[in-house]
Every structure is written in structure tokens, then in C-alpha cells.
């Protein structure tokens, strides 16, 4: 048997690998839940957009995020309930999933979660006129896309609240200079760099970097409580030597 892979990942709406024709859509990418209360079930659209049936599993994955930008999935089931986990849908059909939080009630902090939806690694047999069950399948495999939404479940009244842990002068092996940045949101909500700016002081000057040199966390998620580290090339026109500063976002 031949078998044949293609990924598509989107994580946070961002295409990271493209396919020649997506097998299904979920909408939206990204959703925010209450801890408790009506807003603590959502609705997620699925859209098979083939032409032949397609069978999707979903799954809900506690999302972390080390220093450097690394992301850590691990299972999150206990905490939700998805109605159904697996789909078997027709041509150009729409299936909604029901996901509930039945975690804790009272987060201290907003907690963050991948919803995942991936078509399972088999070819329904198109001629069926009712698939229902993984039994009625033939065993080729030829498309298996991805999809890794966004969810975060947030406590009443949170906000992030980003500052400036380090800024200090690096030199590499070679001697160049770097910018070593160290960042942290002691608040209770994720903040997202839409446009952020680093202002810094060395030997008296002071100036300010902006999206075109912060490129490394530009339209990036800091998560509550969360850290970042990251380094852009020492600006020409401020001194080497000890810096000080703050970190500006919207």
C-alpha cells in the first residue's frame, strides 16, 4: 500500500505549509471562553471542501510556550468536553462542534489551549451513500491536513501587562554585538505585539526600535505569566555598554 502525507498546520490563522486544495475549513481559528457561564460552551464550524467524503478528529492540547518561542502541546481532556471527537462528513457538507470548559471556574490567570482538528489518515469510500463508520473505508491514504486553533479560557477582568526584564549588550563569538531582550507579561491575559517599540538609554542617548528591527516578536503572543527572550543586531547609533529601558505595546 502506498502511502501518501501532506500537512497543512495553521497555528493561530498563520498558514505554515501550504497544500494544493484543502480538505476541510474550521472556523473561527481562534475563540476565547469564559471560565464559567454561557460563554464557556463555543461553537466551531467544520467544511469539508472536497469532493468526496472526509472523516475529522478533534482534540483540545494544553498550550506552553518556553522562552525562546517553543511551543509544548500536551493533553488538555479532562478540562473540556468536544461533542462529537470524530466526524465523518460528505461532500461540501458543514458539521458544528460544541466544545464546553469543565475545568477550573476560577482561573487566576487566562490559560491557553490548541483546539486541533485533523483529518484522520484514511480515504472514505466516496460511493457510500451514509458513511458512518471508520470500518467502511478503503486503506489509501492521500491527504492528511491540520488545523491548530487558538482557545484560551480567561478569568473576568484580565489583562496582560508586558515590561522590560533585560536589555543588555552581547557579543557572539566573533565579536559582534547583539541586543539580548528578556521580556515578561506579569499580567493575567496574553498580549499580542501588534506594534511594539523598545526604547533605550546607553551613555546619556536614547532611542527608540520599532517593528522594522523587533521583527523577532512583530505580530507575536506573549502568553499570561509567560517569558520571552530574543536578540536583534546593536543598534549603530546607541553606545555599547550598559542600557536601560522599556518595552511600549498597544
Known sequence: MKIKYLLASFLG?????????????????????????????????????????????????????DELGEEVLSPADDNFIVYPTQILMRSLETQTIRVTWVGD???????SYRLIAEQLPIELNPNLEQPSSPQETTASVEVMMR??????VQPVNAIPDVVLAEAALELDESGTPWLAVHIKNQGTARQIFEDPKLSLTAAGKTIILKNEVLGAIHSRTIL???????????????????????????
Open 105 to 111: 471556574a476560577t482561573p487566576e490567570a487566562e490559560l
Open 13 to 65: 490563522g498563520m498558514l505554515l505549509s501550504a497544500a494544493p486544495a484543502l480538505s476541510f475549513q474550521l472556523e473561527p481559528i481562534s475563540q476565547t471562553f469564559a471560565a464559567q457561564g454561557s460563554r464557556s460552551t463555543r461553537s466551531y464550524k467544520v467544511f469539508n471542501s472536497k469532493d468526496e467524503p472526509i472523516a475529522v478528529e478533534i482534540s483540545v492540547m494544553k498550550r506552553e510556550v
Open 224 to 250: 499570561a505569566g509567560g517569558e520571552r527572550r530574543f536578540r536583534v543586531p546593536w543598534p549603530e547609533e546607541l553606545p555599547q555598554g550598559d542600557v536601560v529601558g522599556a518595552f511600549v505595546v498597544k
Open 147 to 152: 488545523y491548530a486553533g487558538s482557545l484560551y
